[in-house]
Protein backbone atom coordinates (compact mmCIF):
# COMPACT_ATOMS: atom_id res chain seq x y z
CA UNK A 1 0.00 0.00 0.00
CA UNK A 2 1.36 3.34 -1.01
CA UNK A 3 2.97 5.61 2.23
CA UNK A 4 0.79 8.99 2.40
CA UNK A 5 3.56 10.49 3.86
CA UNK A 6 5.62 9.25 1.58
CA UNK A 7 3.95 10.23 -1.57
CA UNK A 8 1.45 12.87 -0.08
CA UNK A 9 -1.30 10.96 -2.14
CA UNK A 10 -4.66 9.30 -0.88
CA UNK A 11 -4.66 5.54 -2.24
CA UNK A 12 -8.55 6.78 -2.60
CA UNK A 13 -11.79 8.54 -1.24
CA UNK A 14 -11.98 6.00 1.59
CA UNK A 15 -7.98 6.52 2.66
CA UNK A 16 -7.92 6.00 6.33
CA UNK A 17 -11.39 5.55 7.16
CA UNK A 18 -12.56 3.16 9.82
CA UNK A 19 -14.97 0.16 8.90
CA UNK A 20 -16.16 -2.93 10.87
CA UNK A 21 -17.46 -5.27 8.91
CA UNK A 22 -19.91 -8.12 9.52
CA UNK A 23 -19.14 -11.55 10.26
CA UNK A 24 -21.59 -12.49 7.27
CA UNK A 25 -18.91 -10.72 5.02
CA UNK A 26 -15.58 -12.75 4.18
CA UNK A 27 -12.72 -10.92 5.60
CA UNK A 28 -9.36 -12.97 4.67
CA UNK A 29 -7.39 -11.88 7.44
CA UNK A 30 -9.78 -12.00 9.68
CA UNK A 31 -12.12 -14.62 10.94
CA UNK A 32 -15.31 -15.05 8.73
CA UNK A 33 -17.57 -17.67 10.62
CA UNK A 34 -21.25 -15.65 10.07
CA UNK A 35 -22.11 -15.01 13.93
CA UNK A 36 -21.48 -19.14 14.71
CA UNK A 37 -18.63 -21.57 16.32
CA UNK A 38 -18.07 -23.46 13.43
CA UNK A 39 -15.36 -26.06 12.92
CA UNK A 40 -13.49 -24.54 9.54
CA UNK A 41 -10.25 -26.06 9.12
CA UNK A 42 -9.45 -22.25 8.61
CA UNK A 43 -11.60 -19.48 10.07
CA UNK A 44 -10.15 -16.95 7.42
CA UNK A 45 -11.53 -17.34 4.47
CA UNK A 46 -9.20 -17.23 0.96
CA UNK A 47 -10.37 -14.16 -0.54
CA UNK A 48 -12.16 -10.57 0.50
CA UNK A 49 -16.08 -10.20 0.01
CA UNK A 50 -16.45 -7.81 -3.32
CA UNK A 51 -17.56 -4.80 -1.06
CA UNK A 52 -14.92 -5.28 1.31
CA UNK A 53 -11.89 -5.30 -1.16
CA UNK A 54 -13.58 -2.42 -3.02
CA UNK A 55 -13.25 -0.39 0.93
CA UNK A 56 -9.67 -1.96 0.79
CA UNK A 57 -8.85 -0.89 -2.70
CA UNK A 58 -10.44 2.90 -2.05
CA UNK A 59 -7.53 3.37 1.17
CA UNK A 60 -10.74 1.85 3.66
CA UNK A 61 -9.48 0.42 7.01
CA UNK A 62 -11.23 -2.55 8.19
CA UNK A 63 -10.56 -2.71 12.08
CA UNK A 64 -13.08 -5.14 13.14
CA UNK A 65 -15.49 -8.15 12.57
CA UNK A 66 -18.76 -6.98 13.90
CA UNK A 67 -20.87 -9.18 16.10
CA UNK A 68 -24.06 -10.99 14.51
CA UNK A 69 -26.60 -13.56 14.63
CA UNK A 70 -25.77 -16.63 14.29
CA UNK A 71 -26.43 -17.28 10.50
CA UNK A 72 -28.07 -14.21 10.22
CA UNK A 73 -31.23 -14.98 12.71
CA UNK A 74 -31.92 -12.85 15.61
CA UNK A 75 -29.40 -10.81 18.13
CA UNK A 76 -27.04 -13.19 19.65
CA UNK A 77 -23.59 -15.14 18.07
CA UNK A 78 -22.98 -19.21 19.12
CA UNK A 79 -19.13 -17.07 19.22
CA UNK A 80 -19.50 -13.72 20.09
CA UNK A 81 -22.60 -13.82 22.71
CA UNK A 82 -25.81 -11.92 22.90
CA UNK A 83 -25.70 -7.95 21.51
CA UNK A 84 -26.75 -5.33 23.70
CA UNK A 85 -28.46 -1.99 22.45
CA UNK A 86 -25.85 1.14 23.49
CA UNK A 87 -28.71 3.38 24.01
CA UNK A 88 -30.45 0.80 26.94
CA UNK A 89 -28.29 -2.19 27.27
CA UNK A 90 -31.48 -4.54 28.39
CA UNK A 91 -32.82 -4.16 24.74
CA UNK A 92 -32.61 -5.46 21.89
CA UNK A 93 -29.67 -4.41 19.07
CA UNK A 94 -32.12 -5.13 15.81
CA UNK A 95 -31.52 -8.17 14.28
CA UNK A 96 -28.12 -9.89 12.83
CA UNK A 97 -26.44 -6.66 11.60
CA UNK A 98 -26.98 -5.45 14.92
CA UNK A 99 -23.13 -5.51 15.99
CA UNK A 100 -22.09 -3.59 12.88
CA UNK A 101 -24.32 -0.49 13.84
CA UNK A 102 -23.83 -0.69 17.43
CA UNK A 103 -20.11 -0.23 16.67
CA UNK A 104 -20.74 3.41 14.43
CA UNK A 105 -22.90 3.79 17.28
CA UNK A 106 -20.64 3.79 19.87
CA UNK A 107 -17.68 5.71 17.60
CA UNK A 108 -15.57 2.24 17.34
CA UNK A 109 -15.86 2.72 13.91
CA UNK A 110 -16.53 5.44 11.25
CA UNK A 111 -18.76 3.53 8.93
CA UNK A 112 -19.76 -0.21 8.92
CA UNK A 113 -20.36 -2.62 6.60
CA UNK A 114 -24.12 -4.53 7.22
CA UNK A 115 -26.20 -7.28 5.47
CA UNK A 116 -29.77 -8.05 5.02
CA UNK A 117 -32.13 -10.41 3.38
CA UNK A 118 -35.15 -9.10 5.25
CA UNK A 119 -34.40 -5.62 7.49
CA UNK A 120 -30.63 -6.33 9.26
CA UNK A 121 -29.53 -2.93 7.75
CA UNK A 122 -32.11 -1.10 8.30
CA UNK A 123 -33.80 -2.25 11.62
CA UNK A 124 -30.75 -1.93 13.71
CA UNK A 125 -29.46 1.37 12.34
CA UNK A 126 -32.83 2.25 13.67
CA UNK A 127 -32.16 0.93 16.83
CA UNK A 128 -29.17 2.28 17.01
CA UNK A 129 -30.00 6.04 15.22
CA UNK A 130 -27.66 5.96 12.97
CA UNK A 131 -28.13 5.55 9.36
CA UNK A 132 -28.21 2.31 7.02
CA UNK A 133 -29.07 2.10 3.24
CA UNK A 134 -30.13 -0.99 1.63
CA UNK A 135 -29.64 -0.60 -1.77
CA UNK A 136 -31.44 -2.48 -5.00
CA UNK A 137 -30.51 -6.02 -5.50
CA UNK A 138 -27.72 -5.89 -8.06
CA UNK A 139 -25.94 -2.55 -7.20
CA UNK A 140 -23.73 -4.43 -4.92
CA UNK A 141 -21.94 -7.55 -5.26
CA UNK A 142 -23.24 -10.52 -3.23
CA UNK A 143 -20.12 -12.05 -3.70
CA UNK A 144 -18.31 -13.35 -0.58
CA UNK A 145 -21.34 -13.81 1.88
CA UNK A 146 -22.79 -16.89 3.10
CA UNK A 147 -26.15 -15.28 2.13
CA UNK A 148 -24.84 -13.96 -1.12
CA UNK A 149 -26.74 -15.77 -3.68
CA UNK A 150 -30.23 -14.74 -2.03
CA UNK A 151 -32.84 -13.08 -4.15
CA UNK A 152 -33.59 -11.08 -1.19
CA UNK A 153 -29.82 -10.22 0.06
CA UNK A 154 -28.43 -6.71 0.20
CA UNK A 155 -24.75 -5.64 1.53
CA UNK A 156 -24.71 -2.09 2.22
CA UNK A 157 -23.21 0.80 4.15
CA UNK A 158 -24.20 2.23 7.86
CA UNK A 159 -22.70 5.53 8.99
CA UNK A 160 -23.54 8.75 11.07
CA UNK A 161 -24.82 10.49 7.93
CA UNK A 162 -26.78 9.87 4.64
CA UNK A 163 -23.66 11.71 3.05
CA UNK A 164 -21.06 8.71 4.25
CA UNK A 165 -23.55 6.29 3.54
CA UNK A 166 -23.59 7.38 -0.32
CA UNK A 167 -19.86 8.13 -0.03
CA UNK A 168 -18.97 4.21 1.12
CA UNK A 169 -22.04 3.55 -2.04
CA UNK A 170 -19.88 5.48 -4.82
CA UNK A 171 -16.82 2.79 -3.77
CA UNK A 172 -19.01 0.00 -3.49
CA UNK A 173 -21.46 -0.44 -6.39
CA UNK A 174 -21.35 -1.67 -9.54
CA UNK A 175 -20.79 -4.87 -11.69
CA UNK A 176 -19.20 -7.47 -10.48
CA UNK A 177 -18.34 -10.95 -12.95
CA UNK A 178 -18.51 -13.06 -9.77
CA UNK A 179 -22.64 -12.13 -8.66
CA UNK A 180 -24.31 -12.46 -11.61
CA UNK A 181 -27.16 -10.26 -10.09
CA UNK A 182 -25.44 -7.26 -10.76
CA UNK A 183 -25.50 -6.92 -14.65
CA UNK A 184 -28.36 -5.49 -13.60
CA UNK A 185 -26.75 -2.43 -12.73
CA UNK A 186 -24.93 -1.33 -15.73
CA UNK A 187 -25.49 1.99 -17.18
CA UNK A 188 -26.91 2.72 -13.86
CA UNK A 189 -24.61 4.17 -11.93
CA UNK A 190 -24.51 7.53 -11.33
CA UNK A 191 -20.94 9.62 -11.46
CA UNK A 192 -21.63 9.51 -7.70
CA UNK A 193 -24.55 9.85 -5.34
CA UNK A 194 -23.20 12.13 -2.78
CA UNK A 195 -25.51 14.85 -3.12
CA UNK A 196 -24.94 18.08 -3.57
CA UNK A 197 -27.13 20.60 -1.47
CA UNK A 198 -25.51 23.79 -1.22
CA UNK A 199 -27.12 26.18 0.68
CA UNK A 200 -30.86 25.91 -0.48
CA UNK A 201 -32.85 26.26 2.34
CA UNK A 202 -35.42 24.45 0.46
CA UNK A 203 -33.44 21.37 -1.09
CA UNK A 204 -36.28 19.28 -2.03
CA UNK A 205 -38.14 21.47 -3.80
CA UNK A 206 -39.87 19.72 -6.76
CA UNK A 207 -39.94 16.43 -4.86
CA UNK A 208 -43.02 14.77 -4.50
CA UNK A 209 -42.81 12.53 -1.60
CA UNK A 210 -45.28 9.87 -0.37
CA UNK A 211 -46.65 8.60 2.77
CA UNK A 212 -47.72 5.17 3.14
CA UNK A 213 -50.10 5.24 5.87
CA UNK A 214 -51.04 1.23 5.85
CA UNK A 215 -48.37 1.28 7.67
CA UNK A 216 -48.99 4.69 9.98
CA UNK A 217 -52.89 4.05 10.41
CA UNK A 218 -53.69 3.84 14.37
CA UNK A 219 -56.36 1.97 13.89
CA UNK A 220 -54.93 -1.03 12.31
CA UNK A 221 -52.20 -1.22 15.33
CA UNK A 222 -52.45 -0.96 19.20
CA UNK A 223 -50.71 1.76 21.61
CA UNK A 224 -47.44 0.28 21.30
CA UNK A 225 -46.92 1.53 17.47
CA UNK A 226 -48.24 5.18 18.42
CA UNK A 227 -45.05 7.25 19.69
CA UNK A 228 -43.02 6.24 16.74
CA UNK A 229 -46.21 7.01 14.60
CA UNK A 230 -46.12 10.66 16.19
CA UNK A 231 -42.49 10.94 15.55
CA UNK A 232 -42.21 10.38 11.57
CA UNK A 233 -45.26 12.73 11.82
CA UNK A 234 -43.32 15.52 12.86
CA UNK A 235 -40.84 14.15 9.83
CA UNK A 236 -43.24 14.95 7.67
CA UNK A 237 -43.53 18.29 8.61
CA UNK A 238 -40.26 18.90 8.18
CA UNK A 239 -39.92 17.43 4.98
CA UNK A 240 -42.55 20.20 4.22
CA UNK A 241 -40.54 22.99 5.79
CA UNK A 242 -37.65 21.63 3.36
CA UNK A 243 -39.94 22.22 0.20
CA UNK A 244 -41.42 18.78 -1.00
CA UNK A 245 -44.65 18.17 -1.84
CA UNK A 246 -46.25 15.71 0.33
CA UNK A 247 -48.65 13.16 -0.98
CA UNK A 248 -50.68 12.51 2.35
CA UNK A 249 -53.97 10.20 1.98
CA UNK A 250 -54.56 11.49 5.75
CA UNK A 251 -54.24 9.58 8.99
CA UNK A 252 -56.27 6.32 8.37
CA UNK A 253 -56.14 6.81 4.50
CA UNK A 254 -54.01 4.22 2.21
CA UNK A 255 -51.72 5.62 -0.37
CA UNK A 256 -51.37 2.61 -2.61
CA UNK A 257 -54.90 0.73 -2.15
CA UNK A 258 -56.59 1.96 -5.11
CA UNK A 259 -53.77 1.33 -7.59
CA UNK A 260 -53.19 -2.48 -6.00
CA UNK A 261 -56.80 -2.79 -6.59
CA UNK A 262 -56.83 -2.13 -9.82
CA UNK A 263 -53.42 -4.02 -11.21
CA UNK A 264 -53.07 -6.45 -8.32
CA UNK A 265 -55.63 -9.17 -10.06
CA UNK A 266 -53.82 -8.85 -13.07
CA UNK A 267 -49.96 -8.69 -12.71
CA UNK A 268 -50.46 -11.25 -9.66
CA UNK A 269 -53.00 -13.54 -11.59
CA UNK A 270 -52.83 -17.25 -10.64
CA UNK A 271 -51.39 -15.76 -6.88
CA UNK A 272 -54.22 -13.76 -6.76
CA UNK A 273 -56.54 -16.75 -8.05
CA UNK A 274 -55.13 -19.02 -5.62
CA UNK A 275 -55.75 -15.80 -2.72
CA UNK A 276 -59.69 -15.37 -3.43
CA UNK A 277 -60.37 -19.10 -4.84
CA UNK A 278 -64.12 -18.22 -4.15
CA UNK A 279 -64.44 -15.74 -7.25
CA UNK A 280 -63.03 -18.06 -9.51
CA UNK A 281 -64.81 -20.77 -9.32
CA UNK A 282 -63.69 -24.46 -11.02
CA UNK A 283 -64.60 -24.25 -14.65
CA UNK A 284 -64.52 -20.62 -14.97
CA UNK A 285 -63.07 -18.57 -17.65
CA UNK A 286 -60.41 -16.66 -15.38
CA UNK A 287 -58.99 -14.65 -17.98
CA UNK A 288 -62.17 -13.19 -17.98
CA UNK A 289 -62.72 -12.30 -14.59
CA UNK A 290 -59.10 -10.99 -14.35
CA UNK A 291 -59.84 -8.51 -17.12
CA UNK A 292 -63.43 -8.03 -15.37
CA UNK A 293 -61.42 -6.87 -12.33
CA UNK A 294 -58.91 -4.71 -14.15
CA UNK A 295 -61.44 -2.12 -15.79
CA UNK A 296 -63.75 -2.72 -12.94
CA UNK A 297 -61.52 -2.16 -9.62
CA UNK A 298 -64.25 -1.66 -7.60
CA UNK A 299 -65.30 -5.39 -7.99
CA UNK A 300 -62.22 -6.27 -6.15
CA UNK A 301 -62.08 -7.17 -2.47
CA UNK A 302 -59.58 -4.80 -0.23
CA UNK A 303 -56.92 -7.12 -0.06
CA UNK A 304 -54.22 -7.26 -1.17
CA UNK A 305 -52.31 -4.74 0.56
CA UNK A 306 -49.34 -2.88 0.51
CA UNK A 307 -48.66 -4.71 3.46
CA UNK A 308 -49.52 -8.57 2.43
CA UNK A 309 -49.41 -9.08 -0.92
CA UNK A 310 -51.25 -12.47 -0.53
CA UNK A 311 -49.61 -15.76 -0.71
CA UNK A 312 -46.25 -15.51 -1.89
CA UNK A 313 -44.21 -17.64 -4.75
CA UNK A 314 -41.89 -20.05 -3.09
CA UNK A 315 -38.12 -19.90 -2.39
CA UNK A 316 -37.52 -23.84 -2.67
CA UNK A 317 -33.85 -24.91 -1.88
CA UNK A 318 -32.89 -21.55 -1.81
CA UNK A 319 -31.07 -21.92 1.71
CA UNK A 320 -29.21 -25.06 0.83
CA UNK A 321 -27.80 -23.19 -2.87
CA UNK A 322 -26.50 -20.92 -1.55
CA UNK A 323 -25.02 -21.98 1.23
CA UNK A 324 -23.44 -24.54 -0.62
CA UNK A 325 -22.37 -22.59 -3.65
CA UNK A 326 -20.80 -20.42 -0.57
CA UNK A 327 -18.79 -23.19 0.90
CA UNK A 328 -17.75 -24.70 -2.22
CA UNK A 329 -16.25 -21.02 -3.21
CA UNK A 330 -14.68 -20.97 -0.03
CA UNK A 331 -13.13 -24.18 0.07
CA UNK A 332 -12.55 -25.29 3.28
CA UNK A 333 -10.88 -28.58 3.71
CA UNK A 334 -13.61 -29.32 6.61
CA UNK A 335 -16.83 -27.75 6.26
CA UNK A 336 -17.64 -28.35 2.37
CA UNK A 337 -21.29 -28.96 2.71
CA UNK A 338 -24.37 -27.87 4.58
CA UNK A 339 -24.40 -31.31 6.11
CA UNK A 340 -20.75 -30.34 7.25
CA UNK A 341 -21.96 -26.51 8.40
CA UNK A 342 -24.86 -28.75 10.57
CA UNK A 343 -22.71 -31.11 11.89
CA UNK A 344 -19.68 -29.09 12.65
CA UNK A 345 -20.81 -26.32 14.55
CA UNK A 346 -21.67 -25.28 18.38
CA UNK A 347 -25.57 -23.92 18.16
CA UNK A 348 -27.32 -22.27 21.16
CA UNK A 349 -29.59 -24.85 22.89
CA UNK A 350 -31.06 -22.69 26.17
CA UNK A 351 -34.73 -22.09 26.94
CA UNK A 352 -35.18 -19.03 25.00
CA UNK A 353 -35.17 -21.06 21.27
CA UNK A 354 -39.11 -21.02 21.57
CA UNK A 355 -39.08 -17.32 21.63
CA UNK A 356 -39.42 -16.08 17.52
CA UNK A 357 -36.55 -13.42 19.10
CA UNK A 358 -33.86 -16.31 19.68
CA UNK A 359 -35.29 -19.36 16.84
CA UNK A 360 -33.35 -22.55 16.82
CA UNK A 361 -30.98 -22.06 13.93
CA UNK A 362 -29.79 -25.81 13.96
CA UNK A 363 -32.87 -26.48 13.22
CA UNK A 364 -34.07 -24.09 10.49
CA UNK A 365 -30.79 -25.21 8.75
CA UNK A 366 -31.83 -28.53 8.73
CA UNK A 367 -35.18 -28.33 7.63
CA UNK A 368 -33.23 -25.96 4.46
CA UNK A 369 -30.77 -29.16 4.11
CA UNK A 370 -33.92 -31.92 3.46
CA UNK A 371 -34.50 -30.05 -0.03
CA UNK A 372 -33.71 -31.51 -3.40
CA UNK A 373 -34.93 -29.23 -5.87
CA UNK A 374 -34.12 -25.83 -5.90
CA UNK A 375 -36.95 -23.63 -7.75
CA UNK A 376 -36.89 -20.23 -7.74
CA UNK A 377 -39.84 -19.65 -10.58
CA UNK A 378 -42.45 -18.46 -7.87
CA UNK A 379 -40.26 -15.96 -5.71
CA UNK A 380 -39.02 -14.23 -8.79
CA UNK A 381 -42.61 -14.32 -10.22
CA UNK A 382 -43.30 -12.60 -6.86
CA UNK A 383 -41.00 -10.30 -6.75
CA UNK A 384 -41.61 -8.99 -10.04
CA UNK A 385 -45.63 -8.62 -9.53
CA UNK A 386 -45.22 -6.64 -6.69
CA UNK A 387 -42.41 -4.40 -8.01
CA UNK A 388 -44.44 -3.72 -11.46
CA UNK A 389 -47.34 -2.81 -8.97
CA UNK A 390 -45.80 -0.19 -6.99
CA UNK A 391 -43.55 1.08 -9.99
CA UNK A 392 -46.73 1.50 -11.23
CA UNK A 393 -48.48 3.16 -8.73
CA UNK A 394 -45.72 5.74 -7.88
CA UNK A 395 -45.32 6.72 -11.54
CA UNK A 396 -48.97 7.14 -11.50
CA UNK A 397 -48.94 9.32 -8.59
CA UNK A 398 -45.48 11.09 -9.94
CA UNK A 399 -43.96 10.12 -6.70
CA UNK A 400 -40.07 10.31 -6.50
CA UNK A 401 -40.28 8.50 -3.26
CA UNK A 402 -42.35 7.47 -0.33
CA UNK A 403 -41.87 7.84 3.20
CA UNK A 404 -43.11 6.07 6.85
CA UNK A 405 -41.18 4.58 9.98
CA UNK A 406 -38.48 2.43 8.83
CA UNK A 407 -40.46 0.41 12.07
CA UNK A 408 -43.46 0.91 14.46
CA UNK A 409 -41.94 -1.33 17.63
CA UNK A 410 -39.20 0.81 19.77
CA UNK A 411 -36.24 -1.69 20.75
CA UNK A 412 -37.77 -4.66 22.89
CA UNK A 413 -36.32 -5.74 25.94
CA UNK A 414 -33.67 -8.45 24.82
CA UNK A 415 -35.70 -11.87 26.22
CA UNK A 416 -38.74 -10.49 26.41
CA UNK A 417 -42.06 -12.12 24.00
CA UNK A 418 -42.06 -11.26 21.04
CA UNK A 419 -44.71 -8.01 19.85
CA UNK A 420 -47.24 -10.07 18.43
CA UNK A 421 -48.20 -9.45 14.50
CA UNK A 422 -51.12 -7.23 13.77
CA UNK A 423 -52.96 -6.50 10.36
CA UNK A 424 -48.83 -7.55 9.13
CA UNK A 425 -47.16 -5.37 11.04
CA UNK A 426 -44.61 -7.45 12.84
CA UNK A 427 -42.07 -6.58 15.41
CA UNK A 428 -39.61 -5.78 13.06
CA UNK A 429 -39.08 -2.97 10.16
CA UNK A 430 -41.04 -2.64 7.15
CA UNK A 431 -39.47 -4.38 4.94
CA UNK A 432 -41.98 -6.14 2.08
CA UNK A 433 -41.07 -3.75 -0.73
CA UNK A 434 -37.61 -3.45 0.13
CA UNK A 435 -37.24 -7.42 -0.31
CA UNK A 436 -38.35 -6.89 -3.76
CA UNK A 437 -35.76 -4.71 -4.99
CA UNK A 438 -36.87 -1.40 -3.67
CA UNK A 439 -33.85 0.94 -2.24
CA UNK A 440 -35.03 2.23 1.40
CA UNK A 441 -32.62 4.31 3.52
CA UNK A 442 -33.77 4.30 7.37
CA UNK A 443 -32.59 8.37 8.99
CA UNK A 444 -32.86 9.27 13.01
CA UNK A 445 -36.07 10.91 13.18
CA UNK A 446 -36.10 11.13 17.14
CA UNK A 447 -36.58 9.18 20.32
CA UNK A 448 -39.21 8.02 22.28
CA UNK A 449 -40.34 9.31 25.75
CA UNK A 450 -42.39 5.84 26.74
CA UNK A 451 -42.72 2.68 25.12
CA UNK A 452 -44.92 -0.32 25.77
CA UNK A 453 -43.16 -3.59 26.88
CA UNK A 454 -43.84 -7.50 26.96
CA UNK A 455 -43.40 -9.44 29.82
CA UNK A 456 -43.58 -12.83 30.17
CA UNK A 457 -46.75 -14.33 31.72
CA UNK A 458 -47.57 -18.21 32.01
CA UNK A 459 -51.72 -17.54 31.47
CA UNK A 460 -50.64 -15.72 28.13
CA UNK A 461 -48.84 -17.45 25.23
CA UNK A 462 -47.70 -14.44 23.88
CA UNK A 463 -46.94 -12.70 26.98
CA UNK A 464 -48.74 -9.31 28.75
CA UNK A 465 -48.22 -5.74 27.55
CA UNK A 466 -47.48 -3.68 30.25
CA UNK A 467 -47.01 -0.10 30.07
CA UNK A 468 -46.83 2.95 29.53
CA UNK A 469 -42.73 2.91 30.71
CA UNK A 470 -40.20 5.81 30.59
CA UNK A 471 -37.54 4.88 27.85
CA UNK A 472 -35.60 7.46 25.65
CA UNK A 473 -35.32 4.95 22.38
CA UNK A 474 -34.49 5.83 18.66
CA UNK A 475 -36.81 5.84 15.87
CA UNK A 476 -36.27 5.64 12.34
CA UNK A 477 -37.89 7.04 9.50
CA UNK A 478 -37.37 5.34 5.84
CA UNK A 479 -37.50 6.78 2.41
CA UNK A 480 -38.00 4.34 -0.20
CA UNK A 481 -37.53 4.82 -3.88
CA UNK A 482 -37.80 3.13 -7.38
CA UNK A 483 -35.17 0.42 -8.52
CA UNK A 484 -31.51 1.54 -8.82
CA UNK A 485 -32.94 5.46 -8.09
CA UNK A 486 -30.39 5.68 -4.69
CA UNK A 487 -29.06 9.04 -5.81
CA UNK A 488 -32.88 10.32 -5.07
CA UNK A 489 -33.27 8.63 -1.36
CA UNK A 490 -30.23 10.21 -0.47
CA UNK A 491 -30.75 13.06 -1.61
CA UNK A 492 -34.01 13.27 0.72
CA UNK A 493 -32.25 11.64 3.66
CA UNK A 494 -29.37 13.89 3.74
CA UNK A 495 -31.64 16.99 3.34
CA UNK A 496 -33.53 16.02 6.22
CA UNK A 497 -30.90 14.83 8.20
CA UNK A 498 -28.89 18.06 7.93
CA UNK A 499 -32.03 20.15 8.58
CA UNK A 500 -32.67 18.16 11.61
CA UNK A 501 -30.30 16.43 13.07
CA UNK A 502 -31.97 14.44 15.27
CA UNK A 503 -29.44 11.81 16.33
CA UNK A 504 -28.24 11.77 19.84
CA UNK A 505 -25.01 9.98 20.98
CA UNK A 506 -25.69 7.36 23.75
CA UNK A 507 -25.40 8.36 27.01
CA UNK A 508 -21.40 7.32 27.76
CA UNK A 509 -20.43 6.63 24.31
CA UNK A 510 -20.40 10.79 23.24
CA UNK A 511 -17.58 13.10 22.08
CA UNK A 512 -14.20 12.54 23.89
CA UNK A 513 -13.36 15.13 26.46
CA UNK A 514 -11.01 17.97 25.70
CA UNK A 515 -7.33 17.37 27.09
Not at 12 to 27: A, E, I, Q, W
Not at 114 to 139: A, D, H, K, T, Y
Not at 271 to 276: D, E, G, S, T, W
Not at 332 to 358: E, G
Request: with cysteine.
Amino acid sequence: MPNFKRTGKLIGPMHGVVFSVKDMLDTKDMRTTSGADAAYANDRPPHDATVVQRIRDAGGIILAKANMGEYASGSRSAFGGTMCNPYATDRDVGGSSGGSAASVATNMVTCALGEEGGPSIRMPSRFNSVVGLSQSQGLNSRYGSLNGEGLSDRQGGICKTATDVAKVLDVTAGYDPNDELTTLSIGRKPTSYVPDLGDNKRPLSGMRIGVVREYMNKSLFTEVDVQSIDIVNAAINDLRGLGATIVDPGPEGALFQSCIDKYAPVSRNSLYVRQFPDLFPAGTDQILALLNRLFNPSNVPGAPTIRNFGPAGGAIGETKYKINRYLIERGDSNIKTLTDLINKSKFYTDDFVTNTRFRDVKATLTSANAATTYDMSGRIFDRSTIQEIVSQCMATMDLDAVTYPTGNIPPAITKAPVEPDKNDRSHQAWTLLNQQGFPAITVPAGFTSQVFDRVADPTQPQGRLVGPIAAKLPVGIDFLGLPFNEATILKIAAAYQDATDRRIPPADFGPLPKS
